[in-house]
């Protein structure tokens, strides 16, 4: 069995009791926190220190991420460049683009039984309608897969600036009594967070109201 400190991994709160807890707010949440003994019976329940926070061991910060989960909210998965060409398929001016293409090159097929009309001409005329629906199919599919390439480019540098902004993201904690500038990402439950005035919260936490 995982022990912390030495003590069996066995926490007085579960993950479905935390997530309730976190639904209140105001006095409602106060009077839920009391429910649970207070916020320093609450911190006996995690095996944190209000004045000393957690330990910081690898193996603790670990053990809290695999029972309680990561502080992090999983990516949507990225849309595959396949994704990407069918809606920009979608366009309405592709798509009338697209049926006069498929009218041209099916007129261009249509032979009707013409004896006035020599043959030559007949001949040069439905070669003509062949080009002109096929030039607009070519252009039709430049035209998707150079917008679903943008799409694509556009998203993978979204992606990789958000990824570098939520890395440089930083908070302060207390680990083994001391203060500790940790990214968003390694808070877990337990953490002592040190909030200043105008801080943005990363996480759902319990103030104390006597502090």
């Known amino acids: 069995m995982a022990t912390i400190d030495g003590r069996p991994a066995q926490y007085g709160i579960s993950l479905k ?12 949440g106060i ?17 944190t220190s209000p004045n000393e926070g957690l330990s910081g061991s690898r193996t603790d910060s670990e053990h ?7 502080n992090t909210i999983p990516p949507k998965p990225p849309k595959t460049f396949l994704q990407l060409v069918w809606e920009a398929l979608q366009d309405v001016t592709l798509i009338i683009l697209e049926v006069a293409a498929l009218v041209s090159l099916g007129l261009s097929f249509y032979q009707p039984a013409d004896e006035d ?7 040069e005329e439905d070669h003509h309608g062949w ?14 897969l150079v917008t679903a390439f943008n799409d694509y480019s556009k998203e993978r540098q979204f992606r ?19 203060v500790h500038q940790i990214s968003v990402g390694d808070i877990v439950v337990g953490d002592i967070c040190q909030i200043k005035y105008g801080d943005l919260l ?3 936490g319990v103030a104390d109201p006597e502090q």
Do not use: N, W
């Open 31 to 47: 009077a839920r926190i009391s429910e649970f003994g207070g916020v320093q019976e609450l911190c006996k329940k995690l095996y």
């Open 131 to 144: 080009i002109e629906g096929l030039a607009i199919l070519i252009s039709v599919i430049v035209v998707v």
């Open 117 to 123: 009309l020599p043959a030559a001409i007949a001949d």
């Open 17 to 28: 009791q935390l997530r309730e807890l976190m639904e209140h707010r105001g006095r409602e």
């Open 160 to 178: 990789g600036l958000q990824s570098r902004i939520e890395g440089e993201h930083k908070f302060s904690v207390i680990r083994g009594g001391e």
């Open 64 to 70: 809290r991420r695999e029972t309680f989960g990561s």
């Open 202 to 204: 990363p996480a759902d």
